[in-house]
């Protein structure tokens, strides 16, 4: 069995804990987001035969990495660095930090073990083209020889992703748009060529519409590189999350509505307000990573349950450890104060 963790949250950056006692403990439980079932998952050596990790800042999740390595359990880290500016991505780490703890990854795990993703590609006036272009070239300089695949995908508008990024646009006065598909792969070709100057192959994920070469498909969940860096087959069968998907069969331990790093076109929080209320209502002594929705607001203090309430740690700070959120640079929940202009951002 492999062992997702998770692409519904960043447990690497804001439940390091939790995760490290449900290995003491040698299982977790799960809950179904669609129909509420609970079950037990094994988590011991003899039952998982490997862990894809999805995150954001790694620093907090250096000591179970470690501890999965002596204990000869492989993984592969999907680490996403995009850089965005903070209207888009609010409490992500700097893209160089995030970028650096890709290389001291690698450097300890190699690397075979850390993917880098610059996914969701979104055309919004703060990144057109242009910024896509020069981003990219310079984390690919900066992770040459640290990863050897670049990830992309263009942002799929969801009804939460549309309704999320109308209210940052409202509040921070730009303009957004979902390109027609000749101008993301357009985008995408030329970023494909970028990594693949810096000896990476470029990978998308899940849009099979927008292929071109040099890009190829993308298996996040690769039972191959598992099997490539554990020195023995891991097999597991094919079985994507939508149309388009090459990856292999693995079960999820996260839970929706849990990552409060305010990126608006994430498709896994209602809203950051949420986000937050379960977050400060995590316990980490619990086998669940998140209490259901309704008790994570009888939890929540009241400030949790205001529009302009709530803050959250900045990339710099520790991660949480006992359920409740510290302040920080992520400062009070913007407020819609001007009327989001409609344009056309340019991807040619």
């Known amino acids: 069995m492999i062992v997702s963790a998770s692409y519904r949250t960043d447990i690497p ?18 809950v179904n987001p669609y129909n509420g079932k609970r079950s037990l998952l094994p988590l011991g050596p003899d039952e998982v035969d490997g862990f894809v990790f999805w995150t954001r800042r ?18 592969v880290v999907q680490h996403t660095v995009t850089g965005y500016p903070r209207a888009l991505e609010r409490a992500t780490p700097d893209w160089r930090r995030a970028a650096d703890e890709i290389g001291e990854a690698a450097a300890r795990h190699g690397p075979r073990a850390v993917v880098w993703r610059y996914d969701p590609v ?4 703060l990144t057109p083209a242009a910024f896509h272009e020069e981003r990219v070239g310079r984390l690919a300089e900066r992770l040459a020889g640290a990863v050897d695949e670049a990830v992309f995908s263009f942002a799929h508008i969801y009804a939460r992703t549309r309704r999320n990024t109308d209210r940052a646009a409202r509040a921070g006065g730009f303009g957004w748009t979902d390109p027609d598909d000749d101008a993301r792969r357009g985008l995408l070709v030329r970023l494909a060529g970028i990594v693949g100057a810096r000896g990476m192959r470029a990978t998308l994920c899940a849009q099979p519409g927008l292929l071109a070469p040099p890009l190829e498909p993308a298996a996040c969940i690769d039972a191959a590189r598992l099997s490539d860096i554990a020195g023995r087959p891991v097999r597991a069968r094919r079985k994507g999350n939508r149309p388009g998907c090459l990856c292999a069969e693995a079960r999820d331990i996260g839970a929706y509505d849990t990552c409060p790093q305010g990126c608006v076109y994430c498709y896994a929080n209602r809203s950051r307000e949420a986000a937050l209320r379960r ?5 980490p002594a619990r086998a669940a990573l998140a209490p259901p929705p309704r008790l994570a607001a009888v939890q929540a203090g009241p400030e949790d349950l205001s529009p302009s309430g ?8 520790s991660p949480p450890s006992g359920g409740s ?21 340019s991807m040619a």
Do not use: Q, V
């Open 13 to 30: 950056a804001l439940y390091a804990d939790w995760f490290e006692r449900r290995l003491d403990a040698g299982f977790c439980e799960t």
């Open 58 to 75: 790694l620093g907090p999740f250096a000591g179970a990495l470690a501890r999965l390595r002596r204990r000869g359990t492989p993984f």
């Open 122 to 125: 979104i055309a919004t006036d």
């Open 279 to 283: 977050f400060r209502a995590h316990d």
């Open 310 to 317: 709530g803050s959250f740690p900045p990339p710099s700070s």
């Open 325 to 345: 959120a510290g302040s920080g640079a992520g400062g009070p929940l913007a407020t819609p104060t001007m009327a989001a202009r409609s344009t056309r951002s």
